[in-house]
């Protein structure tokens, strides 16, 4: 039996945020994508603006084409694809020559686990990058992927939640996510409820892709950003650090909750 009552006939889906809330890279962050996109069009302007936390890689290499008058064709849509193909290797290689290094946001191992052994919940991921390239950064900083994964029809494992090939924005990405999770159930979409769902991620911007899709959200300030970016979050945490009250938060908090002002911003 858990802490908290059952509000639901169905595990609670908990979606995780990657860079920024179980990862830090230690390069600038779109840098491996920036690399492969030099190796397959050449030298390309790239306006900062365009390296959203938002965007996903399939978006921002077609954003970053057009802005250097490359039209958008069968013929580029394939490099674009390679190109992010090509990302775990050339990882690979700028890991072993110091060019690329990863970290993981403290506390997070045991954040998961504690999550993990609960009947109530469902670990899945929400990832601007292709499942790949996602996998290998949790496996670099030794995250246990396994705890993200389901069996799905036909005996297929994979992970909960959803990736960078499949859409062009986060706010895309968590309707499919819900979705994959219907198909991990065999339920029907309208089934599920807003509380059986939560998003936890670190960037202001995380809000409104939890609240467009009406779920609840926590957000981490791994970043160390103004709390007033978060005001619109159901809670706020600072970090990880307090294992008893993340776990609890993760859990218990619905859509619409205010939280408790000394834990979070004031509206």
């Not at 190796?39 to 790239?46: A, E, Q, Y």
């Not at 246990?144 to 909960?160: H, M, S």
């Not at 609840?216 to 970043?223: A, E, R």
């Amino acid at each position: 039996m858990g802490l908290f009552p059952s509000r639901s006939k169905f595990p609670r889906l908990i979606l995780f945020d990657i860079e920024g809330t179980l990862v830090n890279s230690k390069h600038p962050r779109h840098q491996p994508l920036l690399d492969s996109m030099h190796n397959h069009f050449g030298t390309l302007k790239v306006s900062d603006s365009l390296l959203t936390d938002w965007r996903t890689d399939v978006s921002i290499c077609k954003e970053i084409l057009k802005e250097n008058s490359i039209e958008i064709t069968d013929e580029t849509t394939e490099k674009i694809k390679t190109c992010i193909r090509d990302i775990p290797d050339l990882l690979g290689k700028g890991l072993i020559s110091g060019k690329y290094d990863f970290e993981r946001v403290p506390n997070t191992e045991n954040i998961l686990r504690a999550l993990a052994v609960r009947s109530e919940v469902r670990l899945g991921l929400l990832s601007t990058e292709s499942m790949p390239v996602t996998g290998m950064k949790l496996d670099l900083v030794k995250q246990n992927t396994a705890l993200f994964e389901g069996r799905f029809e036909k005996g297929i494992v994979k992970p909960c939640g959803a990736f960078g090939g499949e859409a062009e924005t986060k706010h895309e990405l968590l309707p499919l996510a819900v979705n994959q999770y219907c198909e991990f159930l065999g339920v029907k979409l309208s089934e599920i409820a807003p509380h059986d769902v939560i998003f936890v991620g670190d960037n202001p911007h995380d809000i409104d892709v939890a609240h467009d899709s009406g779920i609840p959200i926590i957000s981490v300030n791994t970043g160390n950003l103004d709390e007033k970016l978060f005001k619109e979050a159901e809670w706020l945490l600072p970090d990880f650090l307090d294992m008893g009250t993340a776990v609890a938060k993760i859990l218990a908090t619905e859509i619409g909750d205010m939280g408790d002002p000394n834990n979070r911003p004031i509206h």
